[in-house]
């Protein structure tokens, strides 16, 4: 694990000098962040909005200022040549690329478009609540109208969503995840309808019984650290919505939330972003307080979570190796029961309405429904009004069932409550090349599947962090496709293994 | 209860938008210290370092910059003439002295304190733990140097610790407090010495059983609120050194300790945290995002967390109306207890090694000890390495007992981590403030002791907010204590409060 460093010359340290300002003053806005959703108290509102208008505003001027363009590129002048693998090209890459981006969009653009999602996102949690879509549909026609000029005001060749998926994934185009994920749906349309129809019920009520909080802390701790997320450099908090998020490589922080009657969202949401931690914390050094001191893309980020979540998480060996501890922690629930009922019941496939409540093979189809219906209201073709009626047909098109309420319908995800069009495929992207990496692993290093068959991680971990962690944002998403698996991201490996894994679970010929 | 408010003209909207600005940026860092010392894992801190040194440096450079010096004295022009009492003459007064204080210290003085005080707090704490003073040493020599060298930057007419004590305790004189503490020794010493010998013996057993820490905190809930700390705009967190801290009226939090073999430190502990939150939490809304917004001193905020820890919540008629509810969340450790039991037991008199345990007689015994070995270092006269000795000879003068270990000695408090010298003489400063505050509301507001005698608070925290609280910072302590007690801050109230109530539970004539 060898990396180099920036270049020590003035222009470099000016640059860098800069680069770290910006940084902490966007990893204090985190701080800030996490402990609004896990501390704050209710009074606390209005003054942590303050204060995180005034470093937004902080970060932002700093950013695009003019001076800030200079020093990006006396530092690139200053280092012109240096190869296009070392830190200093990268990160030339990268400011490059955002400091244009940042750029383009007008001040005033982001004050409306920071003023119209807060206000959506209000609605948006009433609208849910009150199953009015009515409510929702202004402020969503004023969602669309946002994105449409973010992809006027970033540009594009191709296709309009092409200038909103690239800030998610950089580079990715929208006619290849369009194919990529026709593939897909041809693959698991059928298999889900096999499924259905093989007539094989798994029994998943063991999950469903009470499972006291503080028992669920103690095995989300314990399962965290057997995943190999290092808690040194991590810490564990409640919240509503779960997320992970990072102030620097020494502090990567996931939250969980806790159902005394259901322990799958404790158990498989601290897998999935103990997954994205673990991809923090393995950036290498040499990057810190950088902006290549992350993630490649939102997939590439979901791809790890989902990778601990499901490839590893929802394993036979590691609940084999691992069930006996839950057991310990619930023997009146779980004592009974054998690591195999276990693993039947955390695998079991059900078309259902609610997305983050979706099985491994059909979470993919709710993702598709959402990036086609996302393309249709940036094109215009599909008016706010018509959501509705359009979600309940794709519903029943992909998944084979339809919601009678819009809030388990188009208002169940939080997602277009501000123009973050783009986002949702990376999610399923991230399915695939989790598949795609995990499938390298086992092919590059035979002791991954041997301490996988054991339950224990270290080994993957290992792999994981020589060929992807430690790069960071050091390339784009394509490169590092090539990079850790050798050829471009398809959607084989992740329909050889659902396909592979639900045809033994169900018994499918 | 009213104040006016700012003034509205240009020259005013710049001043206060700069203010804000920096406002901001001074929560921001304040909540990344609570953060740090609440949830922050151990591979956090140098990440947490650099940040907060960008913040502090962010905001020593936009404070002191020539542009700050002329928005204030625009503004001070706008409203020249102004009366005294008004928010925007007091803003101008806080800010010109401020201004001038922090245009004396280098941003590379800043930083380099700010870099120090962080890494000489992490050490102490490991050094505490290790009872391994060498450890700490040479941090303390750094820290020393910090100080004198803030002494000199800031300059001073008399006496170098004059400088720093300023700037705890606005206006406020070394040989003033010298002469203080002599009187306040001189009538302490004596006290303790007759309890001593009195030869009646206080069992306070009761609090050293075994209290489970979720009862614990089930009670500090209980009787946070019950003192008047408003939880719908506060939060209590577990650290290992308990303090409050505000991040805007709206979110004024506090921290506990809690032991599962000693009940005291939770419960007084909270009610000490609790009244400097009731004071933050009562400024006048008209002083938000502004350094007006805050207590007038140290001595003064201390005032208010003495008040609610010992004169209401040492107090017997606090406990008689509260006990029930403790022995409810405690019945088999105190079923067979009464009230006076408890009270007596809180308020046994014993010389002891640890200023945060000592009882409210003997505490101001171990500040003077600090106040003294301040000074000394401060001038040269005591040299880090010489600490551990002193304090033992100190402490065997002062209170008759010696520590075996530097953990129970000189590495007991937090505070010589970083350069605050001048910092613990308000302690006691507060404890003086405290009885004659409490004097002046009992005489001044019948229904104040009326409710205490019922163990309820809302009359004497209504009297607190309407003639402290709510102006903040607009005013010196000195004119504070004439202004809420009509007459300077002695020693006097202080003595006869403690000589009437340990007279009476020693039985001494």
Not at 438 to 460: D, K, N, W, Y
Request: with cysteine.
């Amino acid at each position: 694990m060898t990396a180099d460093s920036f270049p020590a010359s003035p222009a470099w340290t000016a640059l860098l000098a800069r680069v770290h300002e910006i940084n902490d003053l966007e990893k204090a806005a985190a701080v800030l962040t996490w402990d609004r959703d896990v501390n704050m108290p209710p009074g606390g509102l209005d003054g942590r909005i303050q204060q995180m208008t005034t470093l937004s505003r902080l970060i932002h001027t700093s950013f695009t200022s003019d001076d800030m363009g200079a020093l990006i590129e006396a530092a690139a002048a200053d280092s012109d040549g240096a190869a296009y693998d070392t830190d200093g090209a990268a990160l030339v890459r990268t400011l490059r690329r955002s400091y244009a981006d940042a750029r383009k969009l007008p001040t005033e653009y982001v004050m409306r478009r920071t003023a119209v999602s807060a206000g959506a996102r209000g609605v948006w949690e009433k609208a849910r609540a009150a199953n009015d879509f009515d409510r929702f549909r202004p402020w969503l026609e004023q969602v669309i109208g946002l994105a449409q000029e973010a992809a006027s005001l970033y540009g594009y060749e191709d296709e309009p969503y092409d200038a909103l998926l690239d800030k998610y994934e950089t580079d990715a185009k929208t006619a290849d995840v369009r194919a990529l994920f026709r593939a897909l749906r041809e693959a698991l349309v059928p298999l889900r309808q096999a499924i259905v129809e093989c007539g094989r019920k798994v029994d998943d009520r063991l999950l469903r019984q009470d499972y006291p909080i503080d028992g669920q802390q103690a095995f989300a701790r314990y399962i965290a650290v057997a995943a190999g997320y290092d808690l040194e450099r991590g810490h564990i908090g409640t919240v509503v919505h779960p997320f992970s998020i990072s102030f620097g490589q020494g502090d990567v922080r996931i939250t969980t939330r806790w159902y005394p009657g259901f322990l799958s969202p404790s158990v498989f949401g601290t897998l999935h972003e103990s997954g994205h931690a673990i991809y923090e914390q393995g950036t290498h050094p040499s990057l810190a307080r950088t902006p290549l001191a992350r993630g490649a893309s939102m997939g590439l980020h979901e791809s790890q979570s989902r990778l601990f979540e499901n490839l590893v998480g929802r394993s036979r060996p590691f609940w084999q190796a691992h069930f006996p501890k839950l057991q310990s922690i619930f023997p009146a629930q779980l004592g009974a029961h054998s690591a195999e009922d276990f693993y039947a019941a955390v695998n079991k496939v059900e078309p259902s309405l609610i997305r983050v409540e979706a099985d491994e093979l059909t979470y993919n189809l709710h993702i598709i429904l959402r990036f086609e219906l996302e393309q249709a209201m940036l094109s215009g073709a599909l008016r706010a009004g018509e959501l509705p009626a359009a979600w309940k047909e794709g519903m029943q098109t992909l998944l084979g069932v339809t919601p009678v309420h819009d809030r388990e319908g188009c208002l169940q995800d939080v997602h277009w409550s501000s123009p973050s069009f783009g986002y949702f495929p990376t999610y399923a992207l991230g399915n695939l090349y989790s598949a795609q990496i995990f499938e390298s692993a086992l092919a590059q290093e035979p002791e991954v599947g041997t301490e996988l068959a054991a339950g224990r991680t270290g080994a993957l971990v290992a792999w994981l962090r020589e060929h992807l962690h430690r790069h960071g944002k050091k390339y784009t998403p394509a490169e590092l496709a090539v990079r850790v698996t050798g050829k471009p991201l398809g959607h084989e490996a992740f329909v050889r293994y659902v396909t592979g894994k639900f045809a033994d679970l169900y018994g499918l010929s």
